[in-house]
């Protein structure tokens, strides 16, 4: 790969146009491979949330999705215990390295979720840790020092439907409505393999179908490009088609054909993980890795992070225009009639810093009480 940006003494690079004019090189066209580079220096980061109630192998298929063991220390608990446990948010982190680029994987679970006799708002805290990695980042991106800013939002969540009953639960409903305006969630129908094909191909439309009904709004997959070739839409349709992922997940490696594969032995025969015809393991291991991945990630930045965000600096400007109000003396009940101005963080930030006073703080000035929850009713 030629390194060179310019010309060195009076040689000429041999680069020339398509036009075969005698325009020469300058070496702008080498950007893409800078990023590149610089990109794998610095390694990737991606955070995947898993949720569903206990027991539809949401620890194996993570671990058959990356190929490693995040969960060899978990603890299973007992029926009483699991009676008693309320809803926790756990975080297994590892570095992945193929061919060179690295990945920080982060997996946050959610034990407990849905285990409870009565689950009447059991998605609040996984709702409130998300919250809580947007405020971190908010809180990292408006101080001084951001140069090496931790990103651990919530990138994607998969959510696991149980196979069993008719299509979706109220808890599945309520979960994802609560969620999918803070995170992309793909749906996931759980131990395909407890149900025939024609059974699957029955709940996924019945899933698609309430989803559609009750607003749910998942993660979407961007249109192709025009340029794209054919075998990459048909891949890409191929996807979408496939929602909710029928999947399953084992980490046990069987003979099958002579062939060594990862699969569940069966009396009746086996199931092959990685073998499209038996679920959609593939499908999704593609999407979430190979296909998708920046995009999701992308999504996060571009649509949830900047909703909280623009929601959390209107909530500021309002404390300002509160303020501002207790300052200029207004009469009892009355209020300012104004528009609420739409200031940038910059521009908010010394508003409290002078206006405001002590007991605040962001970076040294401003901390708002849990940065005032932008997906909850902004207070009068």
């Not at 220390?73 to 215990?81: C, I, P, T, V």
């Amino acid at each position: 790969m030629d390194r060179s940006l310019g010309w060195q003494g009076n040689s000429v690079p041999e680069d020339r146009t398509e036009a075969g004019d005698d325009k020469e090189y300058v070496g702008f066209a080498t950007l893409p491979n800078q990023v590149h580079r610089k990109s794998v220096k610095k390694g990737f980061d991606f955070t995947l949330m898993v949720a569903g109630e206990s027991g539809l192998g949401k620890s194996t298929l993570v671990n058959s999705l990356f190929l490693t063991d995040l969960y060899r220390d978990r603890k299973l608990l007992g029926a009483e215990e699991r009676i008693m446990q309320t809803v926790e948010i756990t975080k297994h982190a590892v570095d992945i390295e193929e061919k060179g680029v690295r990945l920080r994987l982060t997996i946050v679970d959610t034990p407990g979720f849905g285990d409870a006799v009565n689950n009447t708002e059991c998605w609040k805290p996984v709702a409130e840790y998300i919250d809580q990695q947007f405020e971190q980042y908010f809180r990292d991106e408006s101080g001084l020092n951001r140069k090496n800013i931790q990103d651990n939002r919530v990138h994607c969540c998969l959510y696991f439907i149980s196979p069993f009953g008719h299509g979706l639960r109220p808890l599945d409903v309520e979960f994802m409505k609560a969620l999918h305006q803070r995170v992309n969630i793909v749906p996931i129908l759980a131990k395909a393999d407890t149900l025939t094909p024609p059974e699957v191909d029955r709940k996924k439309r019945k899933i698609r179908e309430e989803i559609e009904h009750f607003g749910i709004k998942i993660y979407q997959f961007p249109d192709c490009d025009s340029d794209e070739d054919e075998d990459f839409k048909l891949q890409d349709q191929a996807l979408k088609e496939s929602i909710p992922f029928a999947v399953i997940g084992s980490n046990t490696v069987v003979e099958a054909r002579g062939r060594r594969v990862r699969g569940r032995l069966y009396p009746w025969g086996i199931v092959e993980v990685e073998n499209p015809g038996h679920c959609d393991f593939v499908k999704l291991r593609t999407m979430l890795v190979r296909t998708h991945m920046q995009d999701l990630k992308d999504v996060t930045r571009e649509t949830h992070y900047e909703n909280y965000r623009a929601q959390c600096i209107q909530s500021m400007t309002r404390l300002v225009v509160k303020e501002r109000n207790r300052k200029y003396d207004q009469k009892p009940g009355q209020s300012w009639q104004g528009e609420i101005p739409s200031l940038a963080l910059g521009e908010t930030k010394p508003y409290f810093c002078s206006s405001i006073g002590p007991g605040l703080n962001l970076s040294g000035c401003w901390s708002p009480p849990s940065l005032i929850n932008p997906f909850l009713p902004l207070a009068n």
